[in-house]
């Protein structure tokens, strides 16, 4: 859902364990180390423990896909069964055959036992894992204690990885279970992530599921390692979540508001703002009483009354000047009531002591300077002012300082939306996108414009996203605007790169940043794009004939391929090679990678190649692809 919209090609945060994601930190670099040197042990026990979501299973199936091709490996992951049911599990994970009905623990590890020696002659190995084996219980603990003494004259048959939570561990130091534990050759315990490892942990999944930038702020991921303490399970849910929310959003960053929202959602606990909640509030007001006292008892309360400042104060005070007899004293000096007015020049030092504008908190947009004077006197007053203030002689003007020319070609988009220079309607829209396609727009008193697009032989595409969307589409887009009003204006947008947008008016091109289109736009857009000559727009693994045979052109073309061989088929079937190779196309265009073949996919597969049908929305860069 959120993948073209922030560009990603995989799902980042998904809770499924997959190794292409796993988070290599100090201590799961140890526990791998680990969990490899037990598989050519050959004999004893390893021991991985670790609390619920650190990624222990991540790092199992990390471990299963660097299995020598000489080790058979039986994973079991739900070992909560009897001994004998645990027996017939190992049995069945490495194909070994026994007689149906077999249900006694004896005959099932002779069997086992046998087929143990027969795999030794062979030179290969043989490696149990027990995921979960925290709910193994003692009884079964010793059927797999007992495993251990299948061996040869040299050497063990079968090496066994138990992987628990921290309650394994404790359970290895009960008196009934020491001679497992005696057994035991390597242990590990993974601890949650750290906040710096925390940090680092969601810009790798964010890296290897296709981001080009950062998506959390810093404030963002320090919240996220304090709600969540480290654990990546708990971090996965918190990081979809908000991802998830900051699409519904149309936001390009995840702050510190959307991880409390998401937070709150997943957990079923508010997360709010230390100062928000009534302890919050408690703890600043006893810190502003505790300060006011300090002071009030502190030494420096008093040191305004030292005689020293006391001598300063009457230093200060101006002696009384004796006047000679018969004068008048001078009068003091007269204070210009005057208001203060603005300098007809540029004042530097109004500028540079101005303070700064106050940041605008997270997720919200920064709001333009106000403009004119501060004073809140109208232009009037200020002129009646700057007249009674002046001297009597007439003092000749200053130069005004040179102002730089506007640039001519500098275009404010809302501006020029609202002075009606430009048309913005329905029609107007798709009468420029239909000559962007050389298609004459002939549209119908009770018609939509949608439905010429299909007379004229093309179909409309209604989608929400960003830039990264457009782009992944490549073709010229209807965008709908809405100024603070909620008045709609419709533009077409026929160029982008990474700097500015082009937008088609009638007969007129605008290019600006992307920036001024996205305080209007959010995200709602319409392509045309002209369906290829097919039977069906729905093509799915299993189909066969013209329609597959212009699927695997089309792929050729898309992957740089000749467009001959494939196409020369003479019934051409959907097959698992089209399939893996229509899910690489759908990962490569931010789309769901489920080898269907659909309208968005055959929006892409139409524009693809060098002699894509139709309009593309050029200058895309590489980068936005």
């Known amino acids: ?157 079968l090496q066994i990885i138990l992987i628990g939570q921290p309650e394994l561990k404790s359970m290895m130091g009960r008196p009934e279970l020491r001679q497992l534990a005696q057994r035991i050759t390597a242990r590990c315990h993974l601890d949650p992530l750290s906040k710096d490892e925390t940090a680092a942990y969601i810009r790798h999944r964010l890296e290897i599921a296709g981001a080009t930038r950062p998506l959390f702020a810093g404030g963002a991921l320090r919240l996220i390692y304090k709600i969540s303490n480290g654990i990546p399970r708990l971090i996965n849910v918190i990081c979809d979540r908000a991802i998830l929310g900051a699409y519904a959003h149309r936001r390009q960053t995840i702050n510190r508001a959307l991880v409390r929202t998401a937070a709150s959602e997943v957990l079923d606990k508010k997360w709010k703002p230390l100062f928000r909640r009534p302890l919050g509030w408690g703890i600043a007001i006893l810190l502003l009483l505790a300060i006011g006292l300090s002071w009030r008892l502190s030494p420096w309360s008093g040191l305004l009354n030292l005689p020293v400042f006391q001598e300063n104060r009457e230093a200060a005070v101006p002696e009384p000047v004796e006047t000679p007899a018969g004068a008048q004293p001078s009068p003091p000096p007269q204070r210009d009531e005057s208001p203060e007015r603005p300098d007809s020049g540029l004042n530097t030092e109004v500028e540079t002591s101005a303070p700064e504008e106050a940041a605008p908190p997270d997720g919200q947009p920064s709001l333009p300077p106000q403009q004119g004077n501060s004073s809140g006197l109208q232009e009037s007053e200020l002129n009646a002012n700057v007249e009674a203030s002046a001297p009597e002689e007439a003092v000749p003007p200053a130069e005004p300082p040179s102002v730089s020319e506007p640039d001519p070609e500098a275009v404010n988009l809302i501006d020029l939306l609202k002075s009606g220079t430009v048309e913005t309607s329905t029609a107007a829209a798709f009468e420029t996108i239909f000559r962007l396609w050389d298609v004459d727009f002939d549209p119908k008193p009770d018609k939509t414009a949608c439905d010429a697009a299909l007379a004229a032989g093309l179909r409309c595409h209604h989608d929400r996203g960003n830039w990264n969307t457009l782009a992944h589409y490549g073709r010229p887009a209807v965008l709908e605007l809405s100024d603070e009003a909620r008045r709609l204006y419709l533009v077409v947008a026929t160029a982008l790169n990474d700097r500015d947008v082009t937008l088609g008016f009638s007969g007129r091109e605008v290019t600006l940043p992307p920036s001024q289109v996205e305080r209007m736009w959010w995200g709602d857009f319409i392509i045309l794009w002209k369906p290829p000559p097919l039977k069906s727009l729905l093509i799915r693994p299993g189909s066969s004939g013209p329609d597959v045979r212009w699927l695997k052109g089309r792929l050729n073309k898309a992957e740089g391929l000749p467009p001959g061989g494939p196409e020369g088929e003479e019934d051409p079937v959907f097959d698992d090679d089209v399939t893996l190779r229509v899910m690489a196309f759908q990962s490569a265009h931010a789309l769901k990678s489920d080898g269907v073949v659909g309208e968005q996919t055959l929006i892409q597969l139409t524009a693809a190649g060098n002699d894509a049908s139709g309009p593309l929305l050029s200058r895309i860069p590489e980068a936005m692809r």
């Open 1 to 157: 859902m959120y993948r073209a919209y922030f560009g990603l090609k995989h799902k980042p945060f998904s809770l499924v364990p997959d190794p292409r994601f796993l988070f290599m930190s100090p201590r799961h670099k140890e526990a791998l180390a680990h969990l490899l040197f037990g598989m050519g042990e050959g004999g004893g026990f390893v021991l991985l423990t670790g609390e619920v979501g650190t990624g222990k299973t991540t790092l199992c199936r990390s471990m299963l896909e660097q299995v020598p091709p000489t080790v058979d490996v039986a994973l079991v992951l739900n070992p909560k069964q009897t001994a004998a049911e645990l027996l017939g599990t190992i049995c069945d994970e490495l194909n070994v055959a026994y007689p149906p009905g077999t249900a006694g623990a004896k005959q099932l590890t002779d069997i086992l036992n046998r087929h143990l020696l027969e795999v030794h002659e062979k030179g290969r190995a043989t490696v149990l894992v027990l995921d979960e084996a925290q709910n193994l219980d003692i009884e079964t603990l010793e059927q797999i204690r007992l495993l251990t003494n299948l061996e040869t004259t040299s050497e063990k048959l």
